[in-house]
């Protein structure tokens, strides 16, 4: 028994205080008000002819092109690249763990693949087009592959200097309990690398956006990419600029969605943001 | 290696006739025997050694000359009988207070009724499902000796472990332990900078010093005390312990 009642704790530990957050929470609105007053603005200033009609539709001229297309074919276009996006990001992410932790575990491992890894983590997006267009034809598989190698990279990095970086106590006292090498990296390197990992599977995943437009540039019939190009040619800046505002708002909406699970699962994390 | 004859009766015999890192000597023939029980002190100035040691016996060093023998079974590496408290508290703070107690049984074993009991002992019963992030220093660290104790080790080694909180803290912590080892079957090993805290707490204070060929560190003293517990942090006994060891540091008593 502890021989001084004041090491006992009257009650469960209270939670730290939190700060007022009304203020922020302020800024917060103001943060998604901005690109609807920008868009108010644009929408002015092209009306009154200050920024010519040609260069910038106005904000209603590009919200009526996404009306005529028609709720169906916007879905159509939205669904193939959103499902594209997914496939490719969660294959990219796989096997950058996968990858990831074989590397950040074994110091072998990654002297021998680190330098292939860093001279294919160079070739731009559009290099690999024609290539997988060449070994996979014009189907879903070019395209979702390119994805995948766009979300590869940053995750794989992410996993590696993670593994890499946990605390030598931590590991230490991983030691000191006898865990073996699988109960090690489940039950601490793992864990410990989560807030790298995250930030790396936030910026593969903007990444796969990316590589998505590249990947329906070339060869599709569907998806935004696809109607980025169709506007392109047809000489239609509405469309392009539809396109380019709902891949924005897909790409924001995802983020939102990653950023909300990274919160849940991180909230053990002390920081200054964090609660 | 010294073929000095083994204590029969000891829990843990230790000999170590060298350890070096590089070229550098740190560890000199060093030997020691703790029984079961029994709580001793390893104290010393800082970079005598005297953690490195604290390292080997726990089985994260295995890089030097001699043995670690555990009940007469040579050691290598960590054992399961062998709990060890560290300087920080190193709790993992994506685990609550309970899993981080039974940490050492398994993953999501917090529901254990041994963390209760534990927890109940370090005082900290209504803390089970914090985060470490909302714990004080020393909370956290009272939460480390709970999960050193876990597995109710025969021999639990403590490296400097209340050296980073308040003094006041540190007095309770102190007594805490005392509460949690004394007169059990736990053995403890107690590495610390500070003498009033080894002469406090032990049985048996070991001094060592830098004193060994080329500054390697060297057990230049073994002091018994026999004095029964609870004491007196300002007794007479203390002043003259101390007296004992700061001369066998070359440092003024008076």
Known sequence: MASDDSLALPRPLAKPERRPSSALQRWRIAGLLLPIVFLALMEVLVRLQVVPGHLVPA??????ALWQLGGERLARHIGASSLRVLAGFMIGAAAAIAFGAAMGLSRRL???????????????????????????GIDEAPKITLIAIGAFFPVHLAVVAGIRDVDRKLVELGEVNRLSHAELFVRILLPASLPQIFTGLRTGLSLAWMFMVAAELIAATRGLGYLLSDGRETGRPDLVFGAILLLALLGKLSDTVLKFAENRVLSWRDTSLSN | MLTLPRTADALLDVRVSGKRYDTRVVLDSISLTIKAGEIVSLVGPSGCGKSTLLRIIAGLDRNYDGDVLLDSQRQQGPSSRVGVVFQEPRLLPWLDVANNVAFPAGPRRGSDPRVGELLAQVGLANARSSLPKHLSGGMAQRVAIARGLFTNPDLLLL???FSAVDAITRMRLQDLLLSLVSGGKTATLLVTHDLDEALYLADRVLLMTPSGHGGAGRIAREIAIPDGRPRDRNGPWLAAARGKLLESLGVSGS
């Open chain 1, 59 to 64: 904000p209603s001229t590009i919200a009526e």
């Open chain 1, 110 to 136: 990654d002297a021998l693949f680190d330098p292939s890894f860093q001279a294919l983590r160079s070739i731009p997006s559009l290099a690999w087009v024609p290539v997988l267009l060449l070994w996979m």
């Open chain 2, 159 to 161: 490296d400097e472990p």
